[in-house]
């Protein structure tokens, strides 16, 4: 790494250095609450980790208002896909890359640096606000599990944001789909494939005409969905007995998911029986999807706070789930905003220095203006 980086990329890159798969943040966790007491900020983790088989639970940080105006919470999360090599963050033309081959984690460690960073600021140069509260959750990446386990009645804010989403700084997501997981498990009759091949019933096969009879990828403009992971059979000679397949949709209308979910699981039915197969089918909504107006305190607050940072405010849906999803769900506002992670989940992820540093400014200027009552 060059010298005399700013303080938020020396910060970012500390933290991405260090390996937080999920389950694992505790490493990382530790290292975000010495920085937080060396503020002489009070942190408390919750109970959420034995819950939820990770390490770490959920990290909560408040600074008592120091003046009139809406108190507001800043939500990142401290795991990451997990790496599948070592993390050697380097800087190339102003961008923060991974050297060692995997992901950088920048998802969501930019925003940590970030809201740390602001966080700094606000204590060190005594900028008065109406309230700042920093939670941080573990295993975000794997059903938001931190914020699903989190007692949101500890926050005193209504109002919060996520910074979770990978695209240009000055993009305020407006919604997120309805999520719903959907396992099946094929069940057939083994026999040798090369001396019984009709007595067998092939799982595999049964599965496999499903899977290509299932509509598959983006099906409209709000729904998608998606076969992600097969396994089946015991030996290459033998008719597999038994197959199972992990799917997903998502929609961004409650009942238009409703009555996806319910073909494809007819889909899964038919395909079964045309293979003399049985099967078992479980489906889990995993996360429910939210809608803001643009005229909704929260992204108005937002498109203030950017305008105030020099970004003009642009507006669009996700198609991923974030913590949000979770705070939504349960009464709060919480909007995520782009911070300009660029490729995450792959070995090119990356951010820029800039972008960093200018997320600082939107985070201090959305106190700002919640502080005004803009």
């Known amino acids: 790494m060059e010298n005399r980086l700013p303080e938020v990329a020396e910060l970012f890159v500390e933290l991405a250095r260090v390996p937080s798969p999920?389950?694992?943040?505790?490493?990382?966790?530790?290292?975000?609450?010495?920085?937080?007491?060396?503020?002489?900020?009070p942190v408390d983790e919750d109970d959420a980790g034995s819950r939820i088989e990770s390490t770490i639970g959920n990290l909560l940080a408040r600074i008592e208002p120091t003046a009139e105006g809406a108190p507001l919470f800043f939500c990142a999360h401290l795991d990451t896909v997990p790496p599948e090599g070592s993390i050697e963050p380097v800087l190339e033309d102003g961008?923060?890359?991974?050297?060692?081959?995997?992901?950088?984690?920048?998802?969501?460690?930019?925003?940590?640096?970030?809201?740390?960073?602001?966080?700094?600021?606000?204590?060190?140069?005594?900028?008065?606000?109406?309230?700042?509260?920093?939670?941080?959750?573990?295993?975000?990446?794997?059903?938001?599990?931190?914020?699903?386990?989190?007692?949101?009645?500890?926050?005193?804010?209504?109002?919060?944001?996520?910074?979770?989403?990978?695209?240009?700084?000055?993009?305020?997501?407006?919604?997120?789909?309805?999520?719903?997981?959907?396992?099946?498990?094929?069940?057939?009759?083994?026999?040798?494939?090369?001396?019984?091949?009709?007595?067998?019933?092939?799982?595999?096969?049964?599965?496999?005409?499903?899977?290509?009879?299932?509509?598959?990828?983006?099906?409209?403009?709000?729904?998608?969905?998606?076969?992600?992971?097969?396994?089946?059979?015991?030996?290459?000679?033998?008719?597999?007995?038994?197959?199972?397949?992990?799917?997903?949709?998502?929609?961004?209308d409650e009942g238009k998911l409703g009555e996806l979910v319910q073909e494809m699981l007819e889909t899964i039915t038919f395909a079964a029986q045309l293979g003399d197969c049985d099967v078992e089918t479980e489906v889990d909504p995993s996360a429910r999807g939210y809608r803001f107006k643009r005229d909704d305190p929260p992204v108005r607050l937002a498109a203030a706070a950017l305008e105030r940072s020099g970004v003009r405010p642009t507006y669009g849906l996700s198609g991923g789930g974030a913590d949000a999803n979770v705070f939504n769900e349960r009464g709060l506002q919480c909007v995520n905003l782009a911070n300009g992670m660029t490729d995450i989940h792959t070995r090119d992820e990356r951010i820029a220095v800039s972008d960093l540093e200018r997320m600082v400014d939107v985070t201090l200027a959305l106190v700002e203006v919640a502080r005004d009552g803009a």
Do not use: W
């Open 95 to 252: 961008v923060i890359r991974n050297a060692g081959g995997t992901i950088l984690g920048a998802d969501n460690k930019a925003a940590v640096a970030a809201m740390l960073e602001a966080t700094r600021r606000v204590v060190a140069e005594n900028r008065p606000h109406g309230g700042i509260e920093l939670l941080f959750t573990p295993k975000e990446e794997v059903g938001l599990r931190g914020a699903g386990a989190f007692d949101h009645e500890r926050l005193h804010a209504k109002l919060g944001y996520v910074y979770d989403h990978a695209g240009p700084i000055g993009e305020v997501i407006l919604g997120a789909p309805y999520q719903c997981k959907l396992d099946a498990t094929f069940h057939g009759r083994a026999a040798h494939s090369g001396m019984y091949p009709e007595e067998g019933r092939s799982a595999i096969a049964a599965a496999a005409r499903a899977i290509a009879d299932l509509r598959l990828g983006r099906l409209d403009e709000e729904t998608t969905a998606n076969v992600g992971e097969i396994q089946g059979g015991t030996a290459r000679n033998i008719v597999p007995e038994r197959c199972s397949f992990a799917a997903e949709a998502r929609c961004h």
């Open 22 to 41: 999920p389950g694992q943040e505790r490493a990382v966790a530790d290292r975000v609450v010495d920085y937080l007491r060396g503020l002489a900020l």
